[in-house]
């Protein structure tokens, strides 16, 4: 359903000038004078101008105003308004005869005012023409002469282009402003939109109310007009009472008013619109309103008396509902049925304790979906259970886990992830779909062609349990990667836990003396169970699915174009700029607002550009947002304004502050379930950033650079490495083991929010492809890492070029100034905090990685105060190779040098 069509009202334009040109011309009221008129243009016939506003007529302080009011009709909600802004200098030159300049002067300055006179009035596209015809001749007083004055023509001095995605804003940047313009760079204007059409509509529905606690279905006599549904008891009440209430549709969520699940709701004929509104003192828990936070949520249930007149009314509000967010966005509540589908997942089969105590454990991870939660035992199998957190679902218990449809009722899904190619695959094996969740084609593909293959042919990140309930079978896998977290608890006797995070595990009880192990379920394989009559299960088949350096399986069917082959230069650069921006396009795949998390780096960079480019060839109707982290001196944060800059995002810096992150480092390790010395380090910035994300803005889905460094031999130590052929394995390695550090800080940094994270370098065909090059290509070259990856995007101004040569630097270095690391006042903190004593003790206290540092010993107690015993879950500590190294980062590295050093 396409929207309305609507009108646009321009007015209050204002353009700032400089503050030297301002301060110069107070000094030199006789000056140069600069006259401006703005041209707005909506297509051919609709063009209108401002009067003209001169340095000398129209100066409110440092701004030339323009009072006029502008509206333009019947223009459709893809519209683009072009502001364009033409300039006439008047220059007056120095003369040496007296006389000679009083009488042509005062003659030339009365024609000049008359015409500026004559131009105060709205200027009309056929007086604009005569304008500029007039100023294509110089005004001369004497040809050559000393006594000269002379005006040039009216010319385009600045432009900016106006989209729906305007609306709410007041101030807007010029484009192609000459250097010695006075403009500033900036126009403000006020802009309101108001849609063209008027739908109406009256008759009676019946309204589920409750009443002192039970549920009733009132007969209402509704009408439908502007915004609102207003009802009363009786058609005649309309005329001469205030009605009952009101349903304001601006406050609806629902993404499209669609007949009511009948499931929930057995009246025939009936809708559902669900509202939301703030919190209010009196507001209670009623059946059909809910207090979410510090919002009431309200579902509506309407019934009309034929399926034709239901049919009706739903075309009718969904037309509303599409004009009003098309035309007033901000007006709007953002549906709620199509929020982030960031998620936590739990299950248990075979528990010997009672259910209502374990699933205590699940509630560990809450922040993963802390809007919606839901418990489910297995039909038949009363110690197996399912748990599901989701994020911001309100009341829509039919969209919940685990995922079952009619087709297939034998089997249960809970998964967390997104499926890129879900639609694909729906297409190539004609898939008959259910529902609009992407993860319903798990089904599907386990149904044709068994787990194996069904795990091979997805593109995308998840974590996932099914049970086949049929074959008695229970299945589990993880992405390439491990982009989206799983872990395992299995005991010798099969009760089988799985869960999101680890945390949501260590609680459980049974009956063994020794507790098994907690273990991350290796990204890259599915397992599967047989699963008993007692509902404890036995392991059968654990094997990977796919090898990071083959091409994936579901590359066959991929809808990206053939790439050339051939290990040349030329056509290996062009393949990687392919299927980078491939794995950018295909994650914007959202219902919720997508930024970037921007360090000023190479990868991060390069995601950022790549990504606003894209939303603009997608048309997204939001600029992307930018977010960076640092301190005031900090070269992250210096350089990711630049960036910003030069890839017009839209910019937030959040200020970091020593003190604020050594506040910050037990609770991050709470969420990180790790005290890796490098990982805790760069999840605190990570941490708090994400905080501010979910606080002062409203992007929730996330892109970010992880995973590139590892790819493309990114890391300082590998200008060190004996040979490509160890580089490449190195890489390889590195890439494994992502599930351990830059995998898990990411997703744990920002699920701890309620965000979505996106990786685009662990794209499965763009690191099979890098994986594959020679040896030779994919090392440092020039004393420059990822010089590859560089060399592909140069020349092509995607990133400015000293950012597309910045150094590596660690992100929780360049926090702060090279003159000192974050790290340096993390171990001054502690270094009061740890005594000589305990670290003598270290190795005897904590055997296994034994800390080596006052800093390691600390984040290892913070560690053991949560997760006493679980020291295992870290295998080993991240650390540079091919060099002597004590401390993971990169500035006490022998090669290390600043960025002004180079």
């Known amino acids: 359903m396409s929207a309305s069509k609507g009108s646009i009202t321009l007015q209050e334009l204002r353009l700032p000038l400089k503050a030297d040109f301002v301060c110069s011309t107070a000094n030199k009221p006789e000056g140069t004078k600069h006259s401006f008129f703005i041209m707005i243009r909506a297509g051919a016939e609709n063009t209108v101008a401002t009067p003209l506003a001169s340095t000398h007529r129209g100066l409110s302080g440092d701004t030339l105003t323009f009072p006029t009011k502008f509206t333009i009709s019947d223009v459709s909600s893809n519209f683009e308004i072009d502001i364009e802004v033409y300039g006439l200098v008047q220059k007056r030159e120095v003369c040496t005869d007296k006389k000679k300049k009083q009488s042509k002067s005062k003659i030339i300055w009365r024609q000049v005012n008359e015409a500026h006179d004559l131009c105060m009035s709205a200027i009309t596209p056929k007086r604009f023409l005569a304008i500029t015809k007039s100023a294509q001749t110089p005004v001369v007083a004497s040809p050559g002469g000393p006594n000269a004055i002379r005006t040039s023509n009216f010319v385009l001095v600045a432009s900016h282009k106006l989209t729906l995605a305007?609306?709410?804003?007041?101030?807007?940047?010029?484009?192609?402003?000459?250097?010695?313009?006075?403009?500033?760079?900036?126009?403000?204007?006020?802009?309101?939109?108001?849609?063209?059409?008027?739908?109406?509509?009256?008759?009676?529905?019946?309204?589920?109310?409750?009443?002192?606690?039970?549920?009733?279905?009132?007969?209402?006599?509704?009408?439908?007009?502007?915004?609102?549904?207003?009802?009363?008891?009786?058609?005649?009440?309309?005329?001469?009472?205030?009605?009952?209430?009101?349903?304001?549709?601006?406050?609806?969520?629902?993404?499209?008013?669609?007949?009511?699940?009948?499931?929930?709701?057995?009246?025939?004929?009936?809708?559902?619109?669900?509202?939301?509104?703030?919190?209010?003192?009196?507001?209670?828990?009623?059946?059909?309103?809910?207090?979410?936070?510090?919002?009431?949520?309200?579902?509506?249930?309407?019934?009309?008396?034929?399926?034709?007149?239901?049919?009706?009314?739903?075309?009718?509000?969904?037309?509303?509902?599409?004009?009003?967010?098309?035309?007033?966005?901000?007006?709007?509540?953002?549906?709620?049925?199509?929020?982030?589908?960031?998620?936590?997942?739990?299950?248990?089969?075979?528990?010997?304790?009672?259910?209502?105590?374990?699933?205590?454990?699940?509630?560990?991870?809450?922040?993963?979906?802390?809007?919606?939660?839901?418990?489910?035992?297995?039909?038949?199998?009363?110690?197996?259970?399912?748990?599901?957190?989701?994020?911001?679902?309100?009341?829509?218990?039919?969209?919940?886990?685990?995922?079952?449809?009619?087709?297939?009722?034998?089997?249960?899904?809970?998964?967390?992830?997104?499926?890129?190619?879900?639609?694909?695959?729906?297409?190539?094996?004609?898939?008959?779909?259910?529902?609009?969740?992407?993860?319903?084609?798990?089904l599907h593909l386990y149904d044709r062609f068994g787990i194996q293959?069904?795990?091979?042919?997805?593109?995308?990140?998840?974590?996932?349990?099914?049970?086949?309930?049929?074959?008695?079978?229970?299945?589990?896998?993880?992405?390439?990667?491990?982009?989206?977290?799983?872990?395992?608890?299995?005991?010798?006797?099969?009760?089988?836990?799985?869960?999101?995070?680890?945390?949501?595990?260590?609680?459980?009880?049974?009956?063994?003396?020794?507790?098994?192990?907690?273990?991350?379920?290796?990204?890259?394989?599915?397992?599967?169970?047989d699963l008993k009559p007692t509902g404890k299960v036995q392991s059968l088949q654990m094997e990977p699915f796919h090898c990071c350096t083959k091409e994936p399986s579901h590359a066959v069917y991929d809808t990206l174009e053939t790439l050339p082959t051939g290990f040349d230069e030329e056509t290996v650069k062009g393949n990687i700029r392919k299927l980078f921006e491939s794995a950018v396009r295909k994650r914007l795949m959202a219902h919720r607002r997508i930024g970037c998390l921007l360090s000023g780096g190479l990868d991060s960079s390069l995601v950022a550009a790549t990504l606003v480019k894209l939303a603009k060839e997608e048309k997204l109707l939001y600029p992307i947002q930018t977010f960076s982290i640092g301190s005031e001196d900090s070269p992250d944060v210096l350089a990711a304004r630049k960036v910003a800059a030069h890839i017009g995002s839209e910019h937030h810096e959040v200020n970091f502050t020593a003190e604020e992150g050594i506040q910050a480092v037990e609770e991050v390790i709470f969420h990180l379930e790790t005290y890796d010395i490098t990982t805790v380090r760069a999840s605190v910035g990570m941490y708090l950033i994400s905080k501010y994300i979910r606080e002062k803005s409203d992007s929730v889905v996330i892109f970010s650079g992880e995973g590139s460094d590892e790819l493309t031999q990114g890391y300082i130590y590998f200008h060190k490495a004996p040979t490509p052929k160890a580089a490449a394995e190195d890489s390889v390695r590195l890439m494994k083991e992502l599930y351990l550090f830059d995998v898990l800080r990411a997703d744990r940094t920002t699920a701890a929010h309620g965000l979505e994270l996106r990786v685009p370098f662990l794209d499965h065909r763009f690191t099979a492809y890098y994986l594959s090059l020679p040896e030779e290509m994919r090392t440092p070259k020039d004393g420059v890492e990822k010089h590859l990856l560089r060399d592909s995007f140069k020349g092509l101004n995607l990133i400015p070029e000293d950012i597309l040569w910045r150094r590596k630097e660690a992100f929780s270095d360049g926090m702060m100034s090279v003159k000192k690391s974050w790290y340096t006042y993390l171990q001054d903190h502690l270094e009061s905090t740890v005594n000589d004593d305990q670290m003598e003790k270290a190795r005897k206290t904590f055997p296994h990685n034994p800390p080596s540092s006052k800093e390691a010993y600390y984040f290892r107690q913070v560690f053991e105060k949560h997760y006493p015993g679980r020291a295992y879950w870290l295998s080993h500590y991240w650390m540079p190779r091919w060099i002597d190294a004590t401390d993971p980062s990169a500035r006490t590295l022998s090669i290390y040098k600043p960025e002004k050093d180079q």
């Open 166 to 442: 305007s609306v709410g804003k007041n101030k807007f940047p010029l484009e192609k402003v000459p250097f010695l313009c006075p403009l500033e760079g900036h126009v403000y204007l006020k802009m309101q939109c108001e849609v063209g059409s008027k739908v109406e509509e009256k008759g009676f529905l019946t309204m589920f109310e409750d009443v002192s606690g039970f549920g009733a279905w009132h007969r209402r006599w509704c009408v439908l007009s502007g915004y609102c549904i207003s009802y009363w008891t009786y058609p005649d009440d309309e005329k001469r009472k205030n009605p009952i209430s009101r349903i304001n549709l601006a406050n609806c969520t629902s993404k499209k008013v669609e007949p009511a699940n009948r499931e929930f709701c057995a009246r025939p004929n009936t809708f559902e619109l669900i509202t939301v509104r703030p919190q209010r003192e009196d507001d209670k828990e009623t059946l059909v309103s809910q207090c979410q936070n510090t919002m009431c949520v309200t579902k509506n249930w309407l019934s009309a008396d034929t399926k034709d007149e239901r049919n009706l009314w739903m075309k009718k509000l969904n037309q509303i509902l599409v004009d009003l967010r098309m035309w007033q966005p901000d007006a709007c509540y953002r549906p709620l049925n199509q929020l982030e589908k960031m998620c936590g997942i739990w299950a248990l089969f075979g528990s010997d304790e009672c259910l209502s105590v374990q699933c205590t454990s699940a509630m560990k991870i809450a922040h993963r979906g802390p809007d919606a939660f839901r418990f489910e035992n297995v039909n038949g199998f009363t110690n197996c259970c399912f748990g599901f957190h989701r994020l911001a679902i309100v009341d829509q218990l039919y969209g919940m886990q685990p995922l079952r449809i009619k087709k297939f009722p034998f089997l249960w899904l809970c998964y967390n992830g997104e499926i890129y190619n879900h639609e694909t695959l729906k297409k190539q094996f004609e898939f008959d779909y259910q529902t609009k969740v992407d993860g319903e084609v798990l």
């Open 453 to 529: 293959k069904m795990a091979s042919l997805l593109d995308g990140v998840f974590a996932f349990v099914l049970l086949d309930t049929a074959n008695r079978k229970v299945c589990l896998g993880r992405d390439t990667y491990g982009v989206r977290p799983l872990f395992k608890f299995l005991t010798d006797d099969g009760f089988l836990a799985v869960c999101s995070e680890a945390k949501g595990l260590k609680d459980l009880t049974h009956a063994m003396d020794t507790p098994p192990e907690i273990i991350p379920f290796l990204p890259g394989h599915f397992e599967v169970f």
